[in-house]
């Protein structure tokens, strides 16, 4: 998976933030003894959103966004790139910061505009800064679909996922803009179009 996602002042309160995926994805099943592999590679769904902060005080923040997701990513074959409808995500955000502790909870509900099912979502990162350089933190993802229309007509079956995904990350800080990171996500409970194990290596660039 290849993935950017940031976070842009505009001034005031307001910012927007983005998550941009592609991915080259494979998926490997038994038939009779015999292994078959599928694979794809392309986009992903895109999710662009406008963020307004609600309170920022000294160990702590908070704010409420809403994201758009535009359904970029196939839904032909198998493995999935996308869910193949539109949606609108309205998040809750809050951060706090204890000496050495960052915790950061997003939450809400992403509702397919177009499509029979509706989700609620969870995001929960805790980090401990262990010296100057070093961060370690675990990380919770979690996704409970709920069906508007029973039964789920076939072309809305990408909806129609729900996730327990634990994990944890190390990052090192450089310097003062730019810190790589390696991450690891196991998904232990449901189903999902893009289940299973990650290890994630990337970066951030903070300006």
Do not use: C, W
């Not at 998976?1 to 842009?8: A, E, K, V």
């Not at 991915?23 to 307004?52: H, M, P, V």
């Not at 000496?99 to 997003?106: K, N, S």
């Not at 809400?108 to 979502?121: E, P």
């Amino acid at each position: 998976m290849y993935r950017i996602t940031g976070t842009q002042g505009i001034g005031g309160r307001l910012s927007i933030e983005y998550d941009l995926r592609a991915a080259n994805l494979e998926k490997i099943s038994y038939k009779r003894g015999s292994r078959l592999t599928k694979s794809i590679s392309g986009l992903e769904d895109q999710e662009i959103g406008l963020n307004f902060g609600l309170r920022q005080r000294r160990g702590f923040a908070d704010s409420i966004e809403l994201n758009v997701i535009a359904p970029t990513g196939r839904v032909s074959g198998s493995p999935q790139l996308g869910a193949g409808h539109a949606a609108l995500e309205p998040d809750y955000q809050l951060g706090i910061a204890r000496g050495r502790l960052l915790a950061t909870v997003t939450t809400g509900a992403r509702v397919f505009v177009d499509g029979a099912a509706a989700q609620l979502r969870a995001d929960i990162d805790i980090g401990f800064h262990m010296t100057g350089h070093i961060e370690l933190a675990g990380t919770l993802f979690f996704v409970r679909t709920l069906v508007r229309h029973a039964p789920l007509p076939r072309a809305d079956a990408g909806e129609q996922y729900d996730l327990l995904r634990p994990g944890v990350r190390i990052r090192y800080r450089v310097n003062r803009l730019f810190k790589p990171y390696l991450a690891y996500e196991n998904d232990i409970a449901g189903k999902a179009i893009h289940a299973g194990r990650r290890i994630t290596i990337g970066f951030t660039v903070d300006y």
